[in-house]
């Protein structure tokens, strides 16, 4: 007997963008999108109200020299909510590529189910949404990407523990977005996980220094 396909599972090769081929082995750098790569706009629905975050595309083209891939992994409960549409949550993000630069960016994945949405998103402990690793795991299926030797960045705790569920090497937390908020619970899954490398930054300006510094 065949497992049973459950609505939302058909839906999700629409919701990982692939832009770019990856070399299998490469590390890759896993960026959060909203307070990370753009300031933080809740349910942001509006192209024009696009603004990149300080530091972006430094950030960006130093892992590419680096040889990382560059995959953008993003909880998007607003399309579960039916604030955002589909097509909105796409011409936002194509204006972010156009902000950053088309080669900077090899994929764009988003987690649209939340458990107090509609259907066919209202899906409760969505594999995919942070600080599940659906979205890490399955860009490392797809690209063979090295997990243990990548980096990931994000604004909220939840960018932090998927990163640390998923076997990340490397996880740096920003004090953009809802970075404030979050810093004292970062710190805290930072000292109760003593092996793993956790590192507490301003913005992506800071993480630039830090980068070429090595
Ligand atoms: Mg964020």
């Known amino acids: 007997m065949s497992a049973q396909i459950l609505p939302h599972e058909v839906l999700l090769d629409d919701w990982f963008v692939a832009l770019r081929e990856v070399e299998p082995g490469s590390p890759a750098a896993f960026f959060d999108r909203d307070g ?11 192209s024009d109200e696009v603004c990149l975050e300080r530091g972006a595309v430094e950030a960006l083209s130093a892992y590419r020299r680096s040889g990382f ?12 909510r039916g604030l955002v549409t589909p097509a909105q949550y796409a011409s936002v993000n194509q204006r972010m590529i156009n902000l950053l630069g088309a080669d900077l960016v090899d994929a764009i994945i988003a987690c649209p189910f939340h458990p107090e949405g509609v ?10 949404r942070k600080p599940a690793t659906g979205m890490i795991d399955a860009a490392a299926s797809r690209f063979g990407v090295d997990v243990a030797r990548s980096v ?11 990163g640390l569920r998923a076997g990340i090497g490397h996880l740096i937390h920003l004090g953009t977005g809802h970075g404030q908020r979050d810093r004292a619970a970062v710190e805290n899954l930072s000292r109760a996980n003593p092996g793993t490398r956790i590192s507490c930054l301003a913005s992506l300006q800071s993480l630039e220094v830090e980068e070429l510094a090595r």
């Open 36 to 46: 990370t790569l753009i300031r933080n706009v809740p349910y942001l629905a509006d």
């Open 152 to 162: 990931l960045l994000g604004d909220s705790v939840i960018d932090i523990e998927a």
């Open 69 to 80: 891939a560059i995959i953008v992994i993003t909880n998007q409960s607003g399309i579960a």
């Open 119 to 128: 259907a066919p998103w209202n899906v409760p402990d969505h594999p995919w």
